[in-house]
Antibody
Framework: EVPLLESGGDLVHPGGSLRLSCVAS????????MTWVRQAPGSGLEWVSA????????YYADSVKGRFTISRDNSQNTLFLQMNNLRAEDTALYYC????????????????WGQGTLVTVSS | QSVLTQPPSVSGAPGQRVTISCAGS?????????VHWYQHLPGTAPRLLIY???KRPSGVPDRFSGSKSGTSASLAITGLQTADEADYYC???????????FGGGTRLTVL
């Protein structure tokens, strides 16, 4: 059973919008911090955004701040990423992952990942 | 340019041992925030290999081990297998940028 399944990736024009979804199963989603990570073609992994289990703490990479919005619906075990004003450099495979806090450090690692959903921004 | 610096590539013969370094700074690895390692075949889900510097999740063979000293960390792989060919990433947290950070990734080739 795949615990995380992303969807919503598509081909979009520059300046356009997309909403990615990530449906979780097999763990207590409502108490789990979650994150989005992306990989552009030919590049490495880049952290994008994170949200706490209750949605009261939210963080963004500078590269997406003001354009992307992370949210969650715990009643539906679903994580979202609303992406607006998309740019060519946002072209990437987007992964959602569960973020596990390391006690006493204020940091996280990412233990379960989805297979990713492809976003292509091109005219 | 990544906040954490990894060599672009390493290689080794089957059965040998290789290490992958991850260099950071006093605002991340040296803060000290823990270091985590992932194995990734492009287009597939990344796999957590090592968390909190040197801990292995269940199911990860003890051929994989992590260590940390000062502002750097290392992943060691012993008894190399062709199945180990993949990209490897270190990850930590940076308290100046206040973001989670990845290394640029290291491509492991098993000769």
């Amino acid at each position: 059973e795949v615990p995380l399944l992303e969807s919503g990736g598509d081909l979009v024009h520059p300046g356009g919008s997309l909403r990615l979804s990530c449906v979780a199963s097999g763990f207590n989603f409502g108490t789990s911090d979650m994150t989005w990570v992306r990989q552009a073609p030919g590049s490495g992994l880049e952290w994008v955004s994170a949200i706490s289990g209750r949605g009261d703490y939210i963080y963004y990479a500078d590269s997406v701040k003001g354009r992307f919005t992370i949210s969650r619906d715990n009643s539906q075990n679903t994580l979202f990423l609303q992406m607006n004003n998309l740019r060519a450099e946002d072209t990437a495979l987007y992964y959602c992952a569960r973020a596990i806090p390391v006690a006493g450090t204020g940091s996280h690692y990412f233990d379960d990942w989805g297979q990713g959903t492809l976003v292509t921004v091109s005219s | 340019q990544s906040v954490l610096t990894q060599p672009p590539s390493v290689s080794g013969a089957p059965g040998q041992r290789v290490t992958i370094s991850c260099a950071g700074s006093s605002s991340n690895i040296g803060a000290p925030y823990p270091v985590h390692w992932y194995q990734h075949l492009p287009g597939t889900a990344p796999r957590l290999l090592i968390y909190h510097d040197n801990k292995r999740p269940s199911g990860v063979p003890d051929r994989f081990s992590g260590s940390k000293s000062g502002t750097s960390a290392s992943l060691a792989i012993t008894g190399l297998q062709t199945a180990d060919e993949a990209d490897y990433y270190c990850q930590s947290f940076d308290n100046i940028l206040y973001v989670w950070v990845f290394g640029g990734g290291t491509r492991l080739t098993v000769l």
